[in-house]
C-alpha cells in the first residue's frame, strides 16, 4: 500500500502527488519504521520497507531516519526496550569480535542489525571509540 503510494506520487505530476507522497512519507516514518525494531531479524520485511525507500529522495529518507531515532529517544517503553536488546545483543557480539572470526561475528552482527540498524550502528560506533584495535575487524 504504501509502495503504491510512493509510485503513484513519483508518477503523477499533477497537485495531488505532495499529497500522496506526503501520506506515504508519514505512514513510513509514523508506522512501519518503528515497527521494524519490535519484530525479530525479518530480511524480508527489511527488504520490502528498504524498497519503499530507495524509491524517496535521500533528503527525505534521512529525515525519516532522523525522526525514526527520535522516537527511541522518547519515553515510549516498547521502543526503550527494543533499543536496550539491539544494544545488549550487539555488545554481546562485540565483545567476541576479533580479526580471526570476522565473519562469522559479522553475519551475527548483521542479523542484530536486521530490525534495529540505528542502535546497532550507535553501539558500534561507541564501542570503537572506547576500543581503537576494533576498526579494522569491524569494517571487514
Known amino acids: 500500500c504504501i509502495r503504491q503510494h510512493v509510485i503513484a506520487a513519483a508518477a503523477a505530476s499533477c497537485a495531488n502527488s505532495k499529497e500522496e507522497q506526503q501520506r506515504a512519507e508519514d505512514a513510513l516514518g509514523s508506522c512501519v519504521l518503528p515497527a521494524l525494531a519490535l519484530i525479530p531479524a525479518n530480511p524480508g520485511a527489511v527488504n520490502e520497507v528498504w524498497s519503499v525507500l530507495a524509491m524517496l529522495p535521500v533528503t527525505t529518507r534521512f529525515r525519516l531516519y532522523s525522526d525514526w531515532k527520535a522516537i527511541f529517544t522518547s519515553e515510549r517503553p516498547a521502543f526503550a526496550a527494543a533499543k536496550a ?14 580479526k580471526d572470526n ?8 548483521g542479523k542484530v542489525a536486521h530490525g534495529n540498524p540505528l542502535a546497532v550502528m550507535h553501539s558500534i560506533v561507541v564501542q570503537i571509540e572506547a576500543y581503537t584495535n576494533m576498526i579494522a575487524p569491524v569494517c571487514d
Request: charged share 40%; no cysteine; net charge positive.
Open 102 to 109: 570476522v565473519k562469522e561475528f559479522g553475519r551475527k552482527l
Open 85 to 98: 536488546v539491539a544494544e545488549s545483543d550487539t555488545q554481546k557480539v562485540m565483545r567476541r569480535l576479533s
